[in-house]
Nanobody, 118 residues
Framework: QVQLMESGGGLVQAGGSLKLACGAS????????MGWYRQAPGKQRDLVAV???????NYADSNKGRFTISRDGANNMIYLQMDDLQPEDTAVYYC????????????WGQGTQVTVSS
C-alpha cells in the first residue's frame, strides 16, 4: 500500500502562484508514474500533469507553460508549481501514483483545495 499526502493548497487571486507538494510513504523510484489530477465541482477528475521515474513530464494542454511538475527522489516528494492561476483552475488537486510492481494499481492522496478568485 502506498500513502500519498498533499499539501500547499489555498486561496489565491487570479494571476498568482501556488506550489503543491505530495509526499509518498515509499521510495518514489518504485513508482512508475506520479502526477497530479484535479476535480472541480460537478466535473470529472482530469489530468493536470504526470512525471515518470526518469523525469519525463507531460501536461494537460490547458496548463502548459503555466504549471511545472518536478520530483525529488531523495525526499520521496513531487511538486506542482502553478503560475498565472486563473479562476478556472479552482478545484481539488489530487496526487496520484502507479507502482512498478503492479501497473493495474493506482494510489491517490486525499486532495488539497485550490481556489482562485477573480
Amino acid at each position: 500500500q502506498v500513502q500519498l499526502m498533499e499539501s500547499g493548497g489555498g486561496l489565491v487571486q487570479a494571476g498568482g502562484s501556488l506550489k503543491l507538494a505530495c509526499g509518498a510513504s515509499v521510495d518514489i523510484d518504485t513508482l512508475l508514474l506520479m502526477g497530479w489530477y484535479r476535480q472541480a465541482p460537478g466535473k470529472q477528475r482530469d489530468l493536470v500533469a504526470v512525471i515518470s521515474g526518469g523525469g519525463s513530464a507531460n501536461y494537460a494542454d490547458s496548463n502548459k507553460g503555466r504549471f511545472t511538475i518536478s520530483r525529488d527522489g531523495a525526499n520521496n516528494m513531487i511538486y506542482l508549481q502553478m503560475d498565472d492561476l486563473q479562476p478556472e483552475d479552482t478545484a481539488v488537486y489530487y496526487c496520484y501514483g502507479r507502482p512498478r510492481w503492479n501497473q493495474d494499481l493506482e494510489f491517490w492522496g486525499q486532495g488539497t483545495q485550490v481556489t482562485v478568485s477573480s
